[in-house]
C-alpha cells in the first residue's frame, strides 16, 4: 500500500494543488482516464469544504490529504479539525446559524456523493473526515 500526504494551510488557492496532485496520483494508481475528472472535483469540493469549515471557526491547523494505493482500490481522505459540537439554543434546541452552516454542508456532500459511489463521511467534536474509494485497474488489463 502506497500513501502519499498532503497538508496545506486552509487558503483556497491551495485547494487546486491538492487537485492536481490527487488527479496525478490517482492516474499512477491505475484509475480508469474517464473517471479522473470526478476525482478532481470531489476533492476539490472535499478540500474546499474543509478549508471553508477551518476558516469559520478559526482554525489554524492545515488541511489533510491522504491518497492510498491499494491493490484494487484508490481512495483518498479530506481531513479537517473543525469540531462538530456547537453550542445549543435551548428554546431552538439548534446551534447558533446552524441551519445556514447545515445547509451549505449538506450541498456540498450532496455533490461529493453525486461524484463518488464509495464515500464516507465521519465527524466528531475533534474534526472531521471523508474518506472517498474508486476502483482501478490492474497493469495490462485492457478495458473493452
Known amino acids: 500500500m502506497a500513501t502519499v500526504e498532503l497538508r496545506f494551510s486552509a487558503l483556497p488557492e491551495h485547494v487546486r494543488t491538492a487537485r492536481l496532485v490527487a488527479a496525478a496520483v490517482a492516474r499512477r494508481a491505475g484509475v480508469d482516464e474517464a473517471v479522473l475528472d470526478e476525482v478532481r ?41 473543525a469540531p462538530r459540537s456547537a453550542p445549543v439554543d435551548r428554546a431552538t434546541g439548534a446551534a447558533p446559524d446552524a ?10 456532500l450532496a455533490v461529493i456523493s453525486g461524484l463518488v459511489d464509495d ?26
Do not use: N, Y
Open 119 to 144: 464515500v464516507e463521511v465521519t465527524a466528531g467534536e475533534h474534526g472531521g473526515l471523508i474518506r472517498m474509494t474508486w476502483p482501478t485497474i490492474p497493469p495490462g488489463v485492457a478495458l473493452t
Open 41 to 81: 472535483l470531489a476533492v476539490g469540493e472535499a478540500c474546499s469544504r474543509a478549508v471553508g469549515l477551518h476558516q469559520s471557526a478559526g482554525i489554524t491547523e492545515p488541511v489533510r490529504v491522504a491518497l492510498i494505493e491499494d491493490e484494487k482500490q484508490f481512495s483518498i481522505e479530506v481531513g479537517d479539525e
Open 99 to 108: 441551519d445556514v452552516e447545515a445547509e451549505e454542508d449538506e450541498m456540498g
